[in-house]
């Protein structure tokens, strides 16, 4: 696809951000999005979707209208169905009930929402928006929108309320407890979240006007990094990574002091990106405490060099991924639950974990405050990752590794490839449950077979995995035939075929 392909597949979408004045001064409406919802789940946000074809035809019809006015429409019906507020009308004489009872139709598709402003005598009160931003996602997520954000107050008469369903919960906040559950790690933000909280705490609306047109850290309105909770700063970058993914993302962790995880790329101008962003965070008087490598990969240590170099910071791994890296100078090595406590204004403390199956020295990063886990490749955003065979992977030792970090209970997960897993003990439990199932189809399929070659047996194992994955999918295959030769439940011929042995 060509950028100006992928630009054209950028969806248009509208955010508002409702405020009232609270007793503690200026608060906002947020809401979460339930973890099931593929773009944004289980972050908090605020009220907000995509432009509908419907919103352009009202837009149209609306007298005087400006260029944005389809995105006000959009933002408008947005705010209505997620939260039943209706900016710029007074609902005085007409009974809730009459607008739960719209809302819910418009919900349902029952209706529209020129319909709904028309039973309710409502005005389209496309002014009753203030611009407030504009977002691109970046390129490296699938379904990509460009957002336009307004900042709407609460009309006297009306309250705001969430209705379960794509959206968990809803409540007012002010921005400065809004972001101490950003940075307890309790609340996560998408870059443009966290720029509105910030503007507004400090300077509340309408000070903040300007502020909140003038993000800093963005490319022609793309945010450059992401710091989805504080202290753990996201830097995707394109590598030379095994499909699905395309790219691995290179962590910065800490306050004062960082921890850089897996800096991936090989490419000159994709080293750059990180490069460039660890002199922005230089400048702000921070200092690179150490450079981490989960393991070693190609996509995880394509830039270790060049950062090494460059920052004059230590590069560290696990003893059994320096011996498999000869090529590189590390400084030193990375032992099972080694603490790096990291000074800031927040220190953090990331315990190493040793998680081997995956690679031999794999090693993963927990923060115990905010029980926040950095993955590398133990898990994915997306799909599963590949267990490679004996002797650099190992299926038991994975299995091990996985219900290790299921004991810890971690809360947020940060894999190195795909988006950040908000829903950790239910993507552990279904990890441990997809490879256990996994191994019930080895056996019964090696049975049925009664002799074979891991190549013979992918096609019955992986049936519901596309052809064009399967020569990936005879690693892990490999990986469970070898867990079951060690446990004595299959024998390896020197013709290298799999026979069942033992009971299974
Ligand atoms: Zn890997």
């Avoid at 039973?119 to 699938?142: E, H, N, Q, S, Y």
């Avoid at 909140?212 to 490319?219: E, I, K, S």
């Avoid at 170099?309 to 090595?333: N, V």
Wanted: charged share 20%.
């Amino acid at each position: 696809m060509s950028d100006e392909e992928a630009r054209a597949r950028i969806r248009r979408a509208a955010a508002v951000v409702l405020l009232r004045a609270g007793a503690a001064g200026q608060e906002l409406f947020w809401v979460r999005r339930s973890a099931e919802v593929s773009l944004g789940g289980g972050f908090h946000a605020f009220a907000g979707g995509r432009l509908d074809e419907a919103d352009n035809v009202l837009a149209a019809t609306a007298p005087g209208a400006c260029d944005d006015a389809p995105l006000r429409v959009a933002a408008l019906r947005e705010l209505f169905e997620e939260t039943g507020v209706l900016p710029g009308w007074d609902p005085s004489g007409v009974p809730s009930s009459r607008v739960a009872e719209c809302r819910r139709a418009l919900l349902a598709g029952a209706c529209g929402f020129a319909d709904v402003l028309r039973r309710l005598d409502a005005p389209l009160a496309l002014a009753a928006l203030a611009p407030a931003g504009r977002w691109i996602t970046p390129p490296f997520v699938r379904t990509r929108f460009d957002a336009a954000f307004f900042v709407a107050c609460l009309p006297p008469g009306q309250g705001a309320e969430v209705w379960p369903g794509e959206l968990v919960s809803g409540e007012w906040i002010t921005p400065e407890a809004a972001l101490a559950r950003w940075e307890d790690g309790s609340a996560l933000l998408h870059p443009p979240a966290l720029h509105v909280l910030r503007c507004l705490r400090d300077a509340p609306w309408p000070a903040c006007s300007d502020a909140l047109q003038q993000a800093t850290g963005v490319r022609d309105h793309v945010p450059l990094t992401m710091e989805f909770q504080a202290g753990v700063r996201l830097v995707p970058l394109r590598t030379p990574t095994l499909p699905p993914a395309t790219h691995t993302n290179c962590y910065l962790l800490g306050g004062d002091e960082l921890l850089i995880v897996d800096p991936g790329p090989s490419e000159a101008g994709e080293q750059q990106v990180l490069f460039d962003f660890c002199d922005a965070l230089r400048a702000e008087g921070r200092r690179v405490r150490a450079i981490v490598l989960t393991h070693e990969h190609v996509d995880h240590v394509g830039a270790a060099a060049a950062l090494r170099a460059r920052l004059g910071a230590p590069l560290l791994a696990h003893a059994e991924t320096a011996a498999r890296l000869p090529e590189l100078t590390l400084d030193g090595l990375v032992a099972d639950d080694e603490v790096f406590a990291l000074a800031g204004a927040r220190p953090q403390s990331w315990r190493a974990l040793f998680t081997p199956g995956h690679a031999r020295g794999h090693l993963c990063l927990f923060e115990e405050g905010t029980r926040s886990l950095v993955a590398g490749d133990m898990l994915a955003g997306v799909g599963t990752v590949v267990i490679p065979s004996s002797p650099e992977g190992d299926m038991s030792a994975y299995m091990a590794s996985l219900e290790r970090l299921q004991g810890l209970a971690p809360r947020t997960i940060y894999p190195a490839h795909g988006p950040v897993i908000v829903d950790a003990a239910e993507r552990l439990r279904f990890y441990l449950e997809h490879r256990r199932e996994r191994e019930r189809a080895v056996v019964e399929a090696l049975q049925a077979a009664g002799c074979a070659l891991p190549e013979e047996l992918v096609p019955r194992v992986y049936a519901d995995v596309a052809p064009s994955a399967h020569a990936l999918a005879a690693h892990s295959l490999r990986a469970v035939l070898d867990k079951l030769v060690r446990e004595g439940r299959a024998e390896r011929g020197c013709d290298g075929r799999y026979a069942s042995a033992g009971p299974s």
